[in-house]
């Protein structure tokens, strides 16, 4: 399949996962493009891109014919939906987390639009939109993995999201100040050292909020051996074996009696790779073209 895939910008969780969807559709046989609205086309909002994102979209179509085209948000697949649908059959879209003010009202509009053309990433997505279909995120078991060559440093906390209210940035570091642990943020790290980034630390924390797609970071924490994971329910905390926490009054206590486990073994037995993944779009194209 010739497959054209539409994102907001290159950078980011969301293009994270476009590269590696995309590396794996390469090794399974299909070409693969990627457009990006903001750092391709130069489009920066939804109003001024419906019509011109129309336009250039149908001329992609009209050259290379496109088997799929894959848009990564509702913000996206709104232009080839309205005022009139194009490319009904070939268009699918995905939500990696819910829109919150007026963006839920139109990311609800489009996903019972899109149907079984839908990709949600998490249960609380496919709660939402029942006719879509689950793909969970998944992670680079090659790229993230134990290592001998980094030592572990004893009694440190990882913490790997953005350092706001949201994710609960200033509650985990007092916590963690509180039991003499050693807090090690990962802002800065570059992509490339992130897998020695979580193969220093000995317990890995991320509390992410109620509209939260499912978090990568969970999963690279459990490929590259973390010993000691506290988590909540939300962004794909909900199906992982991570410790748990919904009282965040209780950070310090779950942080000091969280057990180890072997959560890359769990990664590997219930084939959470982006090779699976992929398997699952492609049976999706397959099914609803």
């Not at 709104?78 to 009904?88: A, E, G, S």
């Not at 906390?157 to 963690?176: L, M, P, Q, S």
Request: hydrophobic share 40%; with cysteine; aromatic share 12%.
């Amino acid at each position: 399949m010739k497959i054209l895939i539409l994102l907001k910008k290159h950078e980011g969780g969301v293009g994270s996962v476009i590269k590696y969807i995309s590396k794996d559709f390469g090794r399974s046989g299909h070409k693969v493009k990627i457009i990006s609205r903001e750092d391709d086309l130069k489009i920066y909002s939804l109003r001024k891109s419906i019509f011109l994102i129309r336009r250039l979209i149908k001329k992609m179509m009209d050259e290379k014919d496109y088997d799929i085209i894959y848009t990564q948000d509702w913000s996206l697949a709104f232009p080839l939906l309205f005022p009139i649908p194009m490319f009904n059959k070939k268009h699918f879209c995905v939500f990696y987390g819910t829109d919150v003010a007026m963006g839920r009202l139109f990311q609800s509009v489009v996903g019972y639009k899109m149907k079984k053309r839908l990709i949600v990433c998490n249960d609380e997505l496919k709660k939402r939109f029942p006719k879509s279909n689950l793909v969970y995120n998944r992670v680079d078991i090659n790229k993230f993995k134990p290592s001998n060559r980094v030592k572990r440093i004893r009694n440190s906390v990882g913490f790997a999201n953005w350092a706001t209210d949201e994710y609960h940035y200033n509650e985990i570091k007092k916590a963690v100040n509180n039991i003499g642990k050693r807090f090690i943020v990962a802002e800065g790290v570059p992509k490339e050292k992130m897998p020695d980034f979580y193969r220093k630390i000995e317990t890995f924390i991320s509390l992410p909020p109620s509209y939260a797609g499912f978090g990568l970071v969970y999963l690279e924490a459990m490929a590259s051996g973390v010993p000691k994971i506290i988590g909540n329910n939300h962004g794909g905390g909900e199906i992982l074996p991570v410790t748990k926490i919904e009282d965040y009054k209780s950070i310090k206590e779950a942080i000091v009696n969280a057990k180890k486990k072997n959560y890359r073994t769990w990664i590997l037995d219930n084939k959470f790779t982006w090779e699976e993944a992929v398997k699952k779009m492609e049976k999706i194209f397959l099914a609803e073209r």
